[in-house]
């Protein structure tokens, strides 16, 4: 059992993106026995969860997410550290793709997925806007990636998104690779028609989906 | 989408007042109540009359401020109505001005 | 039981006391995140006879009309594969579809392309206003991402802030929101030269607060130079998006701004009707997301200076996310903005 209020102090340390005492934090709960893999998912992440509520909500801001996401960086390359030297295992940060699919030119929504997917640890490879399907599904498969996610804004563009799930049921690799899709006018009914693993509203919600897809995920 | 709102909710463009009300709402920011009376009392009409399809195309008749019938004999239209319209309910409108300048009228 | 709708469209049938719920949910959403005052019982009331009534069609009752400004006209019968010039597209809103007012507009709709051909756009304005007779605006979307690579020549923030790199960050936007203000000037006074009313600034802020900022110093500077020009500015979501984070318009922070915000900063500037959008949330039910929308919009309403016409249509003011927007929501959601919104028009 960790203390409650270290957890609490560590979570705080992400909130106010202060990379210096999440360093600080980290350490001391090594010197203090902890287990960092519980200190990590128990004090550092619910801090970074709560930094995409928050954006969502309108009540911080990009600089201040990335902020947050430097502190968890910093405090969880500690943690990590002594997981690896103590040769126990963390589950794997998932691996996103994700891109703006081909003909659609908006990539701001986009690119708060991948604010939020970093500052939450995962490994992001952004193709950026413009993104052939074939790319994309090339690139999941080449990088080794547990999830393809796709934004698309426009009714005349969203249309890629089956695409991207046909060439991955023509090599065998639905199912291996994830989906997710997301963008103004994709809906879970959407998702559902194409066959999409699943689908996030906003950027909170698609970290909250990539965890969950995660935990589903069959290699 | 435009059909839904106009039924719903609409004043009714040319058709009755809300060319009108909108004018004086995007010239003055005039709330929507100020408005509709400011139209209203120009006009000399009631409240409710500036929705109503009878008494306004009446009233825009008289005043030449244009209908949604164009045919001989019609109201007066576009450039025209709006120049009365300027008139009618005080204000400058950009392109009557113009009109003026280009063609040396005053009116 | 009633029937409604999901925020994607699809039917789904309530009890009147789940409808219910469901709009006390969306008021509450709304008081939560826009800090805004609820509904009264009396509003929830008649929004629930609003949604329950078993009528496919609903409307105002006789005096509770409002003023329908339209954005983008033109546009609107290009996407219906509709070949018609544009002055003819806006003779027909006017003398076939009781648009109160008309607006211009080209097809890319952005402010950086219209640029490249004004003196074009110059021209049908001037032909249309000698046969149309509502306000005509000329409407462009502010669209700020056009000003960054791979489009334009300031640094990508959606690409350096993944990487951390806040302040390259802040500055690109910073010169991406000079450039627009520079083309929304421009784009502003050749309108206005060319005899239009005025401005219509569509989607404004989608590139976030330094979009917003860039939007209020450019409307500042027209209304300076021609006092009369009437603009009109619609939002593009239901708080500006804190991309830059600390930009301030006259002593206030943009960024997280809700609708009653920016109606006020709006009228700052010196804009005349301001154009709240609410975002639908496509997971909750049409009752949720219209009490949540009209609970944001009544308050912007009493808070705003100058008149608000709430974006009402595919998935914003309550409407479900769909191309074709159901009739039976938004002739309700239509109804309700005017009726308990208290919207100056739509």
Not at chain 3, 112 to 131: D, N
């Amino acid at each position: 059992m960790i203390d409650e209020k270290l957890l609490e102090e560590a979570k705080q340390s992400v909130l106010d993106g202060d990379k210096e005492l999440a360093a600080k934090l980290a350490r001391q709960g090594l010197d203090a026995g902890v287990d960092p893999v519980e200190f990590i998912e128990k004090g550092f992440v619910p801090g970074i969860m709560e930094v995409g509520d928050l954006f969502e909500s309108g009540e911080i801001f990009l600089p201040e997410v990335m902020m947050a996401a430097d502190a968890v960086k910093e405090a969880v390359g500690i943690l990590n550290e002594a997981i690896e030297a103590s040769g126990k295992k963390r589950g794997g940060a998932a691996k996103v793709v994700l891109a703006t699919v081909e003909a659609d030119l908006h990539d701001i929504g986009k690119g708060i997925v991948a604010s939020l997917m970093v500052a939450n640890g995962f490994e992001v490879i952004d193709l950026g806007r413009d993104v052939p399907s074939q790319k994309i599904v090339d690139t999941a498969i080449e990088e080794g990636a547990d999830i393809i996610g796709t934004s698309a804004l426009l009714t005349t563009t969203m249309t890629h998104q089956k695409e991207i799930e046909e060439l991955l049921k023509e090599k065998g690799l639905k199912g291996k690779i994830k989906t997710m899709v997301g963008g103004a006018p994709v809906t879970e009914r959407w998702q559902k028609k194409i066959g999409a693993d699943g689908f996030g509203e906003n950027a909170a919600d698609a970290v909250r989906l990539v965890k969950e897809l995660m935990g589903k995920k069959t290699n | 989408m435009a059909i839904v709102h106009s039924q719903a909710s609409g004043m009714g463009g040319v058709r009755t007042a809300g060319d009108l009300v909108a004018r004086m709402q995007l010239a003055k920011s005039m709330r929507l109540n100020d408005a509709k009376k400011y139209v209203a009392d120009k006009l000399g009409v009631g409240l409710l009359d500036l929705t109503d399809e009878v008494v306004m195309r009446e009233v825009r008749e008289e005043l030449d401020i244009s209908t949604v019938y164009m045919g001989y004999g019609a109201a007066s239209r576009g450039i025209e109505a709006k120049a009365n319209i300027a008139k009618l309910l005080d204000i400058e409108i950009n392109c009557v001005e113009k009109f003026k300048n280009k063609t040396g009228m005053k009116f | 039981m009633v029937l409604t709708r999901m925020g994607d469209g699809a039917f789904v049938k309530m009890t009147e006391s789940e409808v219910r719920k469901e709009v006390e949910a969306g008021v509450e959403e709304a008081v939560k995140k826009a800090k805004c005052s609820p509904l009264t019982e009396d509003d929830i009331k008649r929004l629930i006879e609003i949604i329950c009534e078993p009528r496919k069609f609903v409307s105002v009752e006789r005096g509770n009309e409002l003023v329908l400004t339209y954005d983008s006209q033109p546009l609107k019968f290009t996407r219906l594969g509709l070949p018609i010039a544009m002055p003819q597209i806006l003779q027909t809103y006017e003398r076939g579809l009781m648009a109160d007012t008309l607006e211009m507009a080209y097809v890319h709709y952005s402010a950086k392309p219209v640029k490249m051909i004004f003196p074009e756009e110059q021209y049908v304005v001037a032909e249309t206003l000698l046969t149309t007779t509502p306000a005509l605006l000329y409407g462009v979307m502010p669209n700020m991402p056009m000003y960054t690579k791979p489009d334009g020549p300031c640094e990508n923030a959606s690409e350096l802030l993944p990487k951390g790199l806040i302040k390259e960050a802040q500055e690109a936007q910073l010169e991406a929101a000079d450039l627009l203000e520079r083309d929304l000037l421009l784009l502003g006074e050749a309108m206005y030269e060319a005899g239009a009313d005025g401005l219509d600034l569509d989607t404004t802020a989608a590139g976030g607060d330094a979009e917003f900022y860039a939007c209020l110093r450019a409307i500042e500077k027209l209304k300076e130079r021609y006092p009369n020009m009437s603009i009109e500015v619609g939002m593009a979501g239901e708080f500006v998006l804190g991309f830059h984070g600390s930009l301030e318009y006259k002593g206030e922070r943009l960024a997280g701004m809700y609708p009653h915000d920016q109606c006020r900063m709006i009228a700052k500037a010196g804009g005349n009707i301001a154009g709240p959008a609410i975002n639908t949330n496509t997971r909750k039910s049409f009752p949720w997301n219209l009490a949540r929308a009209v609970t944001m919009c009544k308050y912007a309403a009493e808070v705003s200076p100058i008149p608000v016409h709430a974006n009402v249509g595919m998935g914003v003011g309550g409407v479900p996310m769909q191309i074709t927007p159901p009739i039976d929501c938004v002739s309700r959601a239509s109804t309700a903005m005017a009726e308990i919104g208290k919207m100056d028009g739509l």
